[in-house]
Structures are given as structure tokens and as C-alpha cells.
């Protein structure tokens, strides 16, 4: 069992930043896949970032290549996405998401294994 926690949402504005956490519970951090996805009111669950399980492959949905950073630190079991260049259209409740399964990697929304609480981050216009 895996418990992850995010942390870092919050008010911003238009081109702001800001980063957001995830820490993992359990030893077995460095074997899972890491993702985030968001999901904004009304609309479903999509997928953000995700890097394997060493942090040296990296995917992005297209709307935020070039403005969003994933990264890991297996030492402290914690997953990170640094945000910059933030838009209105990035409003959302970001979710943590950890795959064991390395095909999927932490990119399909089906194939989660387990899941964060969501954290909400709100850029204004």
C-alpha cells in the first residue's frame, strides 16, 4: 500500500509559478512510476507529467510542454512538478499518481494503482 500526499497548490496569478509536492509513503517509492494529472470542474481527469521510476524518462501532455518541470527524489520519496508560466486554463485540482506497471508508466488514467487527496491550484486572469 501506497499513501501519497500533495502539497503546493494555491492562488496565483497569470505567469506566476509554483510547485507542487507529493510524498509517498513505503519503501518501495523508487519501483513506481510517477505522474500527475489534473481535473478541472466539469471536466475529466487528464494527465499532466509522468517520469519512470528512476526520473531519466519524462512525458508531458502537449498543453504544458516547455512551462512544467516533473522531478523526483527517491531519497525522500517525493515527486515534484514545478509550474511556471501559469495560465487560467491550468486551473485545477492536480492529483498524485503512482503505477507499478512500467508500460503505462503513470500516463494512463486507468491504470493508476493508487492515487493523492489533490491539491488545488487556481491561477487568476
Known amino acids: 500500500q501506497v499513501q501519497l500526499v500533495e502539497s503546493g497548490g494555491g492562488l496565483v496569478q497569470a505567469g506566476g509559478s509554483l510547485r507542487l509536492s507529493c510524498a509517498a509513503s513505503?519503501?518501495?517509492?523508487?519501483?513506481?512510476?510517477m505522474g500527475w494529472f489534473r481535473q478541472a470542474p466539469g471536466k475529466e481527469r487528464e494527465f499532466v507529467a509522468a517520469?519512470?521510476?528512476?526520473?531519466?524518462?519524462?512525458y508531458y501532455a502537449d498543453s504544458v510542454t516547455g512551462r512544467f518541470t516533473i522531478s523526483r527524489d527517491n531519497a525522500k520519496n517525493t515527486v515534484y512538478l514545478q509550474m511556471n508560466s501559469l495560465k487560467a486554463e491550468d486551473t485545477a485540482n492536480y492529483y498524485c499518481a503512482a503505477d507499478t506497471n512500467r508500460v503505462t508508466g503513470a500516463r494512463v488514467l486507468g491504470a493508476i494503482d493508487y492515487w493523492g487527496q489533490g491539491t488545488q491550484v487556481t491561477v487568476s486572469s
Open positions: 513505503g519503501r518501495t517509492f523508487s519501483s513506481y512510476a
Open positions: 517520469n519512470n521510476w528512476s526520473g531519466g524518462s519524462t
